[in-house]
């Protein structure tokens, strides 16, 4: 990417999440850019919570847990790969996986352990679990022909596909819809209201309409280690955040001031990191909930399963089923 200047328009970046970070990056090569964010940090849905493990011997501790954007891989995500070569930010080969804890039914089983992860438990010697073993081999390919068919004048839903297919209850509770509200981070309730194509776009670039055939994924290395020097992606141009105080008439009417509480310091995250104000302008989101989880010492899983995570006690309580990646 070309060198910054102050010269050129005089931009305004709504958000500081993945995709405002990256336009405000990129614009700033030729243009004069301020960053508008609601909020007292950078990063939106991407961040790190710290959740206290203690388990009462005080050998406990907090535990760092990101959320949103974990892993990528190259095949998927060339962009955002020559996004951090430009900004020599390094990562390290990880993984990606699913693994679901039904407590209502006492089923839980992990994806990538292969037999044992499978057959974590008693109830997956049940006949439905393994008609939906086998419903998710007859899933991956009633979904690649939809890909390989002439799209329609009306988008099919997932649950209209699924029910012309005849995927059973069991399946559709117990699979698809703990795997579509984990790559959505939605509700359950939403899961299946998605337009099945679409979806199935993604899956099939990710991987996930086959058993075998996965591509390397990769996480950013030491994300959550403070930097040392001064980021050369820090503007001079903005350097203090902004509370708005008044709103009145038109978006671009706003009052601010300056914030001086100890918060400031932490809109100044480690590499790259922009300056930002924080205005008037957010976005509004649906209710719902969710968990922030840390390994446990005190409760496992069945033994060929990972041991279990607990809630974080700030948020609500789990939901009757848990997703995790």
């Given amino acids: ?5 102050p010269a050129g328009r005089s931009i305004a970046v709504i958000g500081s999440g993945v995709a405002g970070l990256t336009a405000a990056y990129v614009l700033s090569g030729h243009d004069r850019v301020t960053l508008y964010e609601a909020d007292t940090r950078l990063g939106g849905h991407a961040h790190t919570h710290y959740v206290d493990r203690d388990d009462g011997t005080g050998n406990g501790g907090p535990v760092a847990v990101d959320s949103a954007f974990l892993v990528h891989n190259d095949r998927t995500y060339p962009t955002l790969c020559r996004l951090f070569d430009d900004l020599g930010v390094a990562t390290q080969e990880s993984d990606m996986s699913m693994s679901v804890r039904a407590d209502d039914i006492g089923l839980e089983y992990a994806g990538a352990l292969g037999v044992r992860g499978l057959f974590a ?23 690649s022909r939809l890909l390989r068919a002439e799209a329609g004048d009306e988008p099919e839903t997932l649950e209209a596909f699924l029910k012309r297919h005849r995927f059973s209850p069991f399946f559709i509770d117990y699979f698809i ?5 984990a790559v959505w981070s939605c509700a359950s309730a939403d899961a299946l209201r998605y337009p099945a194509r679409y979806l199935f776009v993604f899956l099939d670039h990710h991987g996930m309409l086959s058993v075998f055939g996965s591509p390397t994924w990769r996480t950013v290395t030491g994300v959550r280690r403070p930097t040392s020097r001064p980021s050369p992606h820090v503007w001079p141009r903005c350097r203090r955040a902004h509370r708005c105080i008044r709103c009145a008439g038109s978006p671009a009417a706003w009052w601010s001031e300056p914030v001086t509480t100890p918060r400031e310091s932490s809109m100044r995250p480690s590499s790259p990191s922009i300056p930002t104000r924080r205005c008037c302008y957010s976005t509004s989101r649906p209710p719902g909930s969710a968990m922030c989880l840390a390994p446990s010492r005190t409760r496992r899983t069945g033994p060929s399963c990972t041991p279990t995570s607990r809630c974080c006690p700030a948020t609500p309580a789990p939901a009757r089923r848990g997703t995790t990646w």
């Avoid at 990417?1 to 200047?5: G, L």
């Avoid at 819809?177 to 509200?181: I, K, N, S």
């Fill in 1 to 5: 990417m070309q060198q910054r200047h």
């Fill in 121 to 143: 438990c008693r109830q997956a010697l049940r006949p439905r679990y393994l008609l939906m073993l086998a419903e998710i081999l007859r899933f991956h390919r009633a979904a």
């Fill in 177 to 181: 819809t703990p795997l579509v509200a």
